[in-house]
């Protein structure tokens, strides 16, 4: 397999843009669910109620139909409403590129995330916190410590104000943006109190 270039931005622009129209809707209610019916007959996809499988076969099926849904279908990009391809080579350049571990944090606050396999040995992270969910402004400092004092925490995923100096946090306004800086603030402010300050976001 010849070694392909890596794609720079430019190139993934230059093909959203050269990209087939398409509409949210269509992408999302036509084009994934009837091209992912079509590769779960090809590889004759039924997990039962075993919904993570277990077996080799089944696992390399559902890696080759995801493979083939990633080539034929593309991404879509919502913003140009257009859809990027990439070749099955570049896929396969991309996993081996792939970095072997991830480290986010710093310190003793150091978290490292290692490619798992079933029933593996390697201890999974846990990324705590409300996970975009709405929280108060008035609580969100203390329900963001909650979960940085939590020695079993790994990483924050904070949730998001509903308000902001009791405006609602509105999208695509500035109330948006001074709730987003506020967020960054009381969150580094949570593991401050929780004595985790360098802990990773």
Known sequence: MATERALTIFDVYDRFMKGKKTTEDDWDYNIIPTNASALKEKYKLNFGKNIVPEDKKTMND???????????????????????????SEVWEGIKKTPKYLCLGEGRDTARFYPRKGNSSVKPIIQGG????????????????SYAQEAVVDTLVNGVMATIEGQPATTNTPYEIRAMMAEVRAVNEAKIRAGRPNMAI
């Open 130 to 145: 409300p996970t975009g969910a709405p929280v108060s402004e008035d609580i969100f400092v203390q329900v963001m410590q």
């Open 62 to 88: 559902l890696f080759q139909a995801g493979l083939e849904m990633l080539v034929t279908t593309g991404f879509f990009n919502s913003d140009v409403k257009r859809v990027m391809h990439v070749t099955e």
